[in-house]
């Protein structure tokens, strides 16, 4: 029950990362009082980050765009809703008219998913626009998690969820929760929850190649080249199958592939793989021995896993070692999610949901309709049927966010048109002609639809807005609505049952359409869930820990578990031999360091740098080295370095410090506001630089086309004298 005056207190869930903390906001004459965490929500408990409070910053930001704003001769100049979206339409009409539909691409960024109104009704416009041209931030993040998914389950939505809250024994690859708050692992207050693995007697073991803030909570912290997890996955398999440690558990009689998982493993007993890897082959026996004598285990990689090389060969191996083990589908390993809005849904008939197309210019598979994005600028620079002459962006930021930035910043530059929807005028959208700023947090409702089936504990909450928006604003629904049925092709029949879709669309909204898929939903029979009860409940509703649900769940066509897809076989037949005799990413002189990437507990990636609670203080966009790296380049503690790749060089301080594992450089993304036409006050006085102009667009995982953002070859050197390029 609330507490307060519901004018005065109001329960939300924080839709900024994958934890979906409840919030609890204090308002005081319709401002902002406090932002606290939510004590009664039953899942997050009151946990909260500092980023949550600096919602009230991005809310109050008078940089933020409310209106649209048009690119001309003389600026930039604030327009009418009504012009904005006849000239975006009519412009990207004639491109397809005079190009083809596919010379209009799209790229949908991080906080899309963030968002049900984007969710619901992006689509709408997506398909009236009608190309093939599609991008997002999948393909630098965790493209290679949904293949395996796809291929193994059937359903790229189908991803197993370490059961934190039950297990013994807990592997974590690649990623840093305590900083992160998690990711495809919603759970909120996530460091609590690992500590609480200890605290009940059981082990927590993170391998990465720095002793991370999660290093630092667990038992055992174990140095890793970057790029070569699939070596040492490759080696705990052999462990498993050598000593005889391995069964199928729950899912033996719907699993099929085991025997050829021993065969693939045989030849990387952890002696051959330790000097590649830079894991001693006794700790690896020694953490498999321990994983399998656990009563349950849950071996999780995340971010640092899928941007290598072999992402999705490791995240793959990964899968099948909690498989092998026993430990899929049982309470303290991993499980699945039964979500109240089951947005698994079958994939389009006709399709495989991977490589139905391939890229025009480097011949790249695409994924669940999308390119991956490291393709993008030459899609745009290279002249042809089907190059891309126009761009929408949406919510997306990837001249900071992506592969070879520099290249991509200047690709941008040559389009003949293009669109963002965006709340503002940042390193990618200053290339716009037209920007259309949709609502920002606190100003519409929200339902975790992705969240909720990524979540470790069921669970549903719709939250409201806060804040009222200003008539002159327009939500994302009206936005990709207005544009869709615009976009509509055909004659004026189709055009009229358009603008009705979109008119009936609008009035029903995104609370009607939850509505009647909650009453479809699995706990809308048992618990009366729907919208109203939601309602009745702000601070959320718990449904439960996750529950053993195969073989009902799998979407696979035979109902089966596929331990060997021949696509991962094939690949890793190909990689394994590389692998062996060149080490992981070759590091030639003179790129003789590998770069990895870093999260701060007070960055959202590239767009939370304009509130200066969230960049006061001591400079954070710093490279980290080993003090055996600076000391054989004459560097020192604070110097500035310059870092070069392959594709650009970048100069920044250094920190030097024993928590990198020696050989290994690492530069937190997000950064590099200081550009030309950029409208981020508070961000362009604490700028940092772009580690992504460092990141290479030609290095990617072999089989998904995910960026390998971790891992890229470079070199290091002091700053001074060295020719800026
Ligand atoms: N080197 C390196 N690169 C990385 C990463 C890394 O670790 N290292 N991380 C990668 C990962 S995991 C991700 S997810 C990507 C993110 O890549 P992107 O999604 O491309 O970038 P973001 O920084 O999330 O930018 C979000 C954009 O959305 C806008 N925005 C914020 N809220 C809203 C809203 O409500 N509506 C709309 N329409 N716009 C909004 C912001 O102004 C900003 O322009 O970056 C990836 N890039
Ligand atoms: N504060 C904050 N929180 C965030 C975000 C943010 O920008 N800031 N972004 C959000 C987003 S969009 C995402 S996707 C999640 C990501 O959340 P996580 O998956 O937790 O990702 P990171 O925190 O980047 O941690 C990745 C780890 O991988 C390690 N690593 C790098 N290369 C390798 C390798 O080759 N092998 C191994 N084993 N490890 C490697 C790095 O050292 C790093 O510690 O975080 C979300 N949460
Ligand atoms: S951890 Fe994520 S969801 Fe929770 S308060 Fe922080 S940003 Fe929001
Ligand atoms: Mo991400």
């Known amino acids: 029950m609330r507490n307060r005056s519901p004018n005065q207190t109001h329960y939300i869930a924080c839709n900024l990362c994958e934890a979906i903390c409840g919030l609890e906001i204090v308002l005081e004459k319709g401002q902002i009082k406090s932002i606290r965490g939510d004590q009664n929500d039953p899942i997050s408990k009151g946990h909260i980050c500092p980023k949550a409070v600096a919602l009230q910053d991005i809310h109050n930001d008078p940089d933020r765009l409310r209106q649209p704003i048009k690119k001309t001769a003389g600026g930039w100049q604030q327009i009418s809703w009504t012009q904005a979206f006849d000239e975006v339409t009519t412009e990207l009409k004639n491109i397809q008219q005079r190009n083809g539909k596919n010379s209009v691409a799209i790229y949908l960024g991080n906080p899309t998913v963030h968002n049900v109104d984007a969710m619901l009704f992006g689509p709408v416009f997506y398909r009236t626009l009608g190309t093939s041209s599609r991008y997002s931030a999948t393909s630098v993040d965790q493209l290679p998690e949904l293949l395996v998914s796809l291929s193994m389950f059937g359903h790229n939505l189908l991803v197993p969820l370490p059961d934190l809250d039950r297990t013994d024994f807990h592997i974590i690859f690649g990623a840093n929760p305590v900083v992160s708050n998690g990711s495809l692992m919603t759970a909120p207050g996530v460091t609590k929850r690992l500590q609480a693995i200890r605290g009940r007697g059981g082990k927590l073991v993170v391998v990465d190649p720095r002793r991370t803030e999660t290093a630092a909570i667990a038992d055992q912290h174990l140095f890793i080249k970057p790029g070569s997890d699939v070596l040492m996955l490759l080696a705990m398999l052999q462990v498993v199958f050598a000593e005889k440690l391995q069964t199928l558990g729950a899912v033996a009689s719907f699993s099929r592939g085991l025997e050829d998982i021993e065969a693939l493993v045989r030849d990387y007993p952890p002696e051959k793989v330790a000097a590649v890897t830079g ?148 390193e990618t959208t200053r290339h716009a002609n037209i920007i259309l700023p949709p609502l920002s947090t606190l100003e519409r409702s929200h339902y975790d639809l992705a969240f909720q089936v990524l979540a470790i504990r069921n669970g549903a909450k719709f939250s409201r807005p806060v804040f009222r928006a200003g008539k002159d604003q327009r939500s994302d629904a009206q936005i990709f609505l207005e544009l869709g049925w615009r976009m509509q092709a055909g004659n004026g029949f189709k055009r009229a049952a358009g603008w009705l879709k979109k008119e009936i ?33 702000p601070h959320g509703i718990d449904l439960g820990p996750l529950q053993p649900c195969l073989p009902e769940r799998l979407f696979s066509a035979d109902k089966m578990i596929n331990l060997a897809p021949t696509a991962f076989v094939e690949d890793l037949q190909q990689a394994g031999k590389f692998l062996l005799e060149d080490g992981s990413a070759p590091t030639l002189k003179p790129f003789d360091l590998l770069l990895i990437g870093r999260r701060d507990p007070r960055t959202n990636n590239s767009w939370f740098h304009n509130s200066y609670r969230m960049v006061k203080g001591k400079k954070r966009c710093l490279a980290f080295v080993h003090p055996q790296d600076a000391q054989a380049r004459g560097i ?70 995910n960026a390998a953002l971790n891992g890229v070859p470079v070199s290091l050197h002091k700053a001074a004298g060295v020719e800026q390029t």
């Open 279 to 426: 894991v001693d082959a006794q700790a690896l026996k020694n953490l498999v021995r321990a994983f399998c004598h656990a009563p349950s285990a849950s071996c999780y990689g995340r971010f640092g896993v899928s941007t290598q090389r072999y992402g999705t060969l490791s995240q793959w191996l990964i899968t099948v070692f909690n498989i092998v083990t026993g430990n899929l589908d049982r309470a303290g390993g991993t499980l699945f999610s039964k979500p109240a809005l089951d947005i698994v849904t079958p994939i389009r008939a006709g399709k495989k949901g991977f490589a139905d197309a391939f890229s025009r210019v480097r011949k790249l598979p695409n994924f669940n309709g999308e390119f991956p994005v490291a393709t993008l600028a030459e899609e745009i620079t290279t002249a042809g049927e089907g190059q891309i002459r126009a761009l929408v962006t949406g919510a997306g930021n990837p001249v900071l966010s992506t592969p070879n930035g520099k290249q991509l910043d200047a690709a941008l530059g040559q389009l003949d048109y293009m669109v963002s929807i965006d709340i503002y005028l940042n």
């Open 505 to 537: 669309l609008l009035r029903l909204g995104s609370e009607w359409i939850l509505n009647k898929k909650l009453k479809q939903g699995p706990y809308y029979p048992s618990h009366g869930l729907d919208i109203k009860k939601l309602k009745q409940n």
């Open 636 to 705: 020192t503690e604070g110097d500035e370095v310059a870092v070069r790749s392959r594709v650009g060089m970048i100069k920044l301080p250094v920190s030097v410090t024993t928590e990198m594992m020696p050989g290994v450089i690492s530069i937190p993304h997000g950064w590099g506001h200081a550009m030309d036409g950029v409208n981020l006050r508070i961000a362009q006085e604490h700028a940092g630089v772009n580690t992504n102009i460092l990141t290479d667009e030609q290095l990617l995982d072999s089989l998904s086309g």
